[in-house]
């Protein structure tokens, strides 16, 4: 167990952490007796704290992402386990979230529905290359839909603000992009790889 897998096992941890903050965050304030305080922007804003709570969380989250990568290139710590659990931790940790704001009404649920749909197949597609001893590398559509997706859900969790105030809709905006991205993505995927899937 190296660093960079401590790292992806503590964003597995923090997911979890997050998860029970969002789904259970009413029934644990109601256990200790505790009140979670909500703030009033203006007539039209109310926030939630437990949302700025788990958007923290997950801005802490996704750095371990970055983190573990880092040190796995840097000292050479990069295992077939690492690999694994790494892509495990990441699917974790959006998809649960996309869900669960879906759910609760922040986003639209076909985005949950088509990134998770989208990442089932290019993993598929990864799977059939690794057992061919083949790599499929990342491409640039696939990194702008990861950016627009990580900072729209964390502009999600903070309200969209200070955008919220002008009322312009920067999260909305990040998340859809991110959608289409993610069927360009796939199908470029599919494309570069669909030699792979012929291949007997």
Wanted: glycine residues 6%; positive net charge.
């Amino acid at each position: 167990m190296n660093l960079p897998n401590k790292l992806t096992i503590s964003r597995i941890i923090i997911t979890i952490i997050i998860i029970i903050i969002l789904l259970g965050g009413n029934y644990i304030t109601t256990l200790f007796g505790l009140e979670i305080p909500k703030i009033f922007v203006n007539e039209a804003i109310v926030i939630d704290l437990k949302y700025i709570v788990a958007g923290v969380l997950f801005i802490i989250a996704s750095l371990t992402d970055f983190l573990d990568g880092y040190f796995a290139r840097k000292y050479n710590l990069i295992t077939d386990f690492g690999k694994m659990i790494d892509a495990i931790a990441d699917k974790i940790l959006v998809n649960s979230v996309l869900i669960i704001l879906a759910s609760q009404g922040f986003i639209h649920p076909i985005i949950p529905v088509i990134i998770i749909i989208r990442d089932s197949v290019v993993n598929s597609i990864k799977m059939l290359a690794a057992s061919k001893g083949k790599v499929v590398a990342a491409i640039k559509s696939g990194k702008i839909k990861t950016a627009c997706l990580m900072v729209g859900i964390v502009l999600t969790f903070f309200y969209n603000l200070p955008f919220e105030l002008w009322n312009i809709s920067v999260s909305k905006a990040l998340l859809f992009v991110a959608t289409i991205m993610s069927i360009i993505s796939g199908v470029q995927y599919y494309s570069l790889n669909k030699h792979l899937i012929k291949e007997k």
